[in-house]
């Protein structure tokens, strides 16, 4: 397996990740400022969770590009990882 392979299904696995967790919130049904403190917990949560998958996301990304070759430890270790 190429090292592209194993960086494409794992972005594909934090993408289906993402998708999954924005299907958490709710639009809210009043323009009005006080419709949007029963949003604002969820909203936070979703933000901290982004960035952190973000940040999980950008450190894989150099991790696969320092490995040379990807082997049964690496796929496995990865695996892991998500």
């Known amino acids: 397996m190429t ?11 934090i993408a289906i990740i993402i ?7 709710r ?7 006080e419709a949007l403190a029963p949003v604002l917990p969820p ?3 979703y933000v901290m969770s982004f960035v952190y998958l ?12 320092a490995a040379e070759r990807v082997n049964g430890r690496i796929l496995w270790a990865n695996l892991h990882l998500l």
């Open 3 to 13: 090292k592209g392979r194993l960086e494409a299904f794992s972005d594909g696995v």
């Open 19 to 25: 998708t999954i967790m924005v299907l958490e919130l």
């Open 27 to 33: 639009v809210p049904h009043s323009p009005d400022l």
């Open 43 to 45: 909203f936070l949560t």
């Open 54 to 65: 973000g940040i999980y996301w950008n450190n894989h990304h150099h991790m696969l590009h």
